[in-house]
């Protein structure tokens, strides 16, 4: 099937909340494979909920999941979240009340040096089958970059 005029490979959309993407490759209006340009991450969307903005980042923590969590910062003392205000912008709040904005990559570092974040450590097998390669965890993102390599070399 042909692919409409905006959904050609490398069509460029803007997410509500996760930057942009990029059109990898259009089967029908209910497949459509994209990766996110900031994380890499590759999923699969509608073109209706594409041309919206609907997207999320299964990589990046929910915006409410991270208010209200502290984390402590050499040069700010303890902060508090407050609000993700753009797609990497964090505002916290400090001891004095002042507020202080942040990186999120920023805000994910300090949360890894508490040891409050999100990705336990464990050991992680290998995938045996394509159902395993789909659920998310670490090597996920592995698959996902080697994936991209091979889909940016593809007719070269």
Same mark, same amino acid.
């Given at each position: ?22 059109? !990898? $490759? ?32 299964? @990589?990046?923590?929910? =915006?409410? !999941? ?20 753009? =797609? ?9 009340? =002042? $507020? ?13 040096? @508490? ?5 336990? =450590? ?17 090597? @996920?993102?592995?698959?996902? @970059? %080697?994936?991209?390599?091979? %889909?940016? $070399?593809?007719?070269?």
């Amino acid at each position: 099937m042909t692919a409409p005029q905006d959904m050609q490979n490398g069509a460029r959309f803007k997410t509500n909340k996760h930057g942009y993407v990029r059109v !990898i $490759d259009y089967f029908n209006t209910h497949t459509v494979i994209v990766f996110f340009e900031n994380t890499g991450n590759i999923r699969a969307i509608s073109a209706a909920k594409l041309r919206a903005g609907k997207l999320t980042d299964s @990589t990046v923590a929910p =915006e409410s !999941i991270m208010v209200g969590e502290k984390i402590e910062s050499v040069k700010y003392g303890v902060l508090t979240i407050v609000a993700v205000e753009s =797609e990497n912008v964090v505002l916290l709040k400090n001891d004095r009340e =002042e $507020d202080v904005r942040l990186l999120m990559a920023s805000v994910q570092k300090m949360l890894q040096k @508490t040891g409050k974040s999100d990705g336990k =450590e464990e050991t992680l097998e290998a995938p045996s089958s394509l159902s395993a390669l789909t659920k998310r965890n670490k090597k @996920t993102k592995d698959v996902n @970059t %080697l994936l991209k390599k091979m %889909l940016k $070399d593809y007719g070269k």
